[in-house]
């Protein structure tokens, strides 16, 4: 490990704003702050919105920017990406913002019933093998159930056509409520303003991807508790790459 990432690990252990708990903590630690981050962190009663898969963490920053009366908690079991986004927050006196370093596979021992109103997935992992760890499966839907309000909201953004297929797919057959789908975010020309001023927060890596040419998708949609959730059964055109400057490995040209 580099002395870079062993400062920023040091650092992280102090911040007040961060909450550092992996599988081998949380399995035999409870986390007592569960359904108590208002009162015992935020100290106000406001809504809490969630980023999973944070990175960085700049979309979590600056959506705390925007909205002074809005709770934000970015979440990733990166330490040494969010540290960026941790850092700025504190240098910036942002009292909106948490960090909360696990793996989103548990992410519902960390919120009660009902504490969290929307959650942001911005370019998460596609995961084009495994159905499951992705994070707007169904798998995951129904475990963002226990914690977000009913009819909470969902907001994907990523450059993944298969993902954003796939997404689309589950949406529509489990008949959820989609507010608003486009494949090409930056010429679309239906945004209303306040749309427009929360999708101008534009990512590192998000950056890359316009820099290449790539249209960047974006949909949101409610989940409401009542209904059954069941996975498309449809295949899907792979993505030609894996993530940023990597190629893809398989030959395989589909996937459910």
């Known amino acids: 490990m580099s002395k870079g990432k062993l400062a920023k690990f040091a650092d992280m252990e102090r911040y007040e704003n961060v909450f550092q708990y992996p599988y081998s903590v ?16 935020f100290k106000n009663n406001n ?11 700049e979309y979590t920053v600056e959506l705390a920017q925007l909205y002074p009366d809005v709770n934000f908690i970015g979440v990733d079991i990166k330490g040494a990406r969010m540290w960026t986004g941790a ?7 942002l009292k909106n913002v948490a960090f909360l370093r696990t793996s989103i596979e548990i992410i519902d021992r960390f919120f009660s019933t009902d504490e969290v109103q929307e959650i942001w997935l911005t370019f998460s992992d596609p995961q084009m093998k495994n159905p499951r760890k992705r994070l707007t499966s169904t798998y995951f839907m129904e475990r963002y159930r226990r914690f977000l309000v009913d009819n909470g909201v969902v907001h994907l953004k990523t450059d993944s056509n298969f993902l954003f297929t796939y997404t689309s797919y589950m949406v529509d057959n489990n ?10 975010l930056y ?9 427009k001023k929360i999708l101008s927060i534009q990512t590192y890596y998000e950056k890359m991807w316009l820099e290449r040419g790539l249209n960047i ?9 009542s209904l059954p959730l069941s996975e498309p059964d449809v295949e899907i055109e792979l993505d030609d790459y894996r993530s940023y400057r990597r190629d893809k490995r398989s030959s395989l040209e589909k996937a459910k």
């Not at 809504?47 to 963490?57: D, H, M, Q, R």
């Not at 850092?87 to 006196?93: H, R």
């Not at 010429?187 to 209303?192: G, Q, R, S, T, W």
């Open 26 to 41: 949380v399995d035999n630690v409870p986390f007592e702050m569960k359904g108590h981050w208002r009162e015992e962190f």
């Open 217 to 225: 998708k974006y949909q949101k949609f409610l989940l409401p508790h």
């Open 87 to 93: 850092t700025l927050a504190l240098q910036q006196g």
């Open 187 to 195: 010429h679309n020309e239906e945004l209303d303003e306040e749309t």
């Open 47 to 57: 809504p809490i919105v969630l980023e999973l898969g944070c990175g960085k963490g």
């Open 175 to 184: 008949h959820l409520p989609l507010l608003f789908r486009t494949t090409d």
